[in-house]
């Protein structure tokens, strides 16, 4: 029977992290408690250890937001089949491969941190006219701030 990978609830207050990088491709094998992928809160760069053991069957979410305790992949064993039945808003389609990514590699520029688009939403700004000062382009709470006090200069947000 296949395994759900979901994000876990590293905190208290956590309710969404960004999937970053994932450490296996649909079909490698996967031992219990290996890193199976990264996941960023708003605070940090977590590691994601394996539910089970087996082979990693399928990855629902490859890369981006997911809310704590949705499935992101499955584990089980070789030409097991598993059901549709994971939930994904529209701006999260299912992804039958992994994009690979080196462990500590750069993200891509223009990609807002969880607290970026947390604080953006707060502020009503629109991510994508940010240019990101953080790691790789990568936008930051504080660029968002920033952005958002010099719009009311006359920059449409």
């Known amino acids: 029977m296949a395994v759900a990978v979901t994000i876990p609830k590293a905190t208290l207050s956590l309710e ?7 450490r296996k491709a ?12 990264e996941m960023e809160t708003d605070k940090v760069v977590v590691e994601v250890p394996a539910p089970a053991a087996g082979y990693l069957l399928r990855i629902d979410v490859a890369e981006g937001l997911a809310r704590v305790e949705q499935t992101v992949g499955w584990i089980g064993e070789p030409g097991e089949t598993v059901e549709t039945i ?3 808003t529209p701006a999260q389609p299912a992804a039958t491969a992994a994009i690979p990514r080196a462990h500590g590699a750069e ?3 223009g990609a807002a941190t969880p607290a970026a688009r947390r604080r953006a939403r707060e502020l009503r700004v629109d991510v994508s006219r940010i240019q990101g000062t953080g790691p790789g382009g990568r936008i930051t709470e504080r660029d ?13 947000r």
Request: hydrophobic share 30%.
């Open 16 to 22: 969404e992290a960004s999937v970053i990088a994932w």
């Open 26 to 37: 649909p079909g490698d094998p996967v031992e219990k408690g290996e890193t199976l992928f």
């Open 86 to 88: 994971s939930v994904r």
């Open 107 to 109: 993200s891509q520029p």
């Open 144 to 156: 968002v701030e920033s952005f958002a006090g010099g719009s009311r200069t006359g920059e449409q």
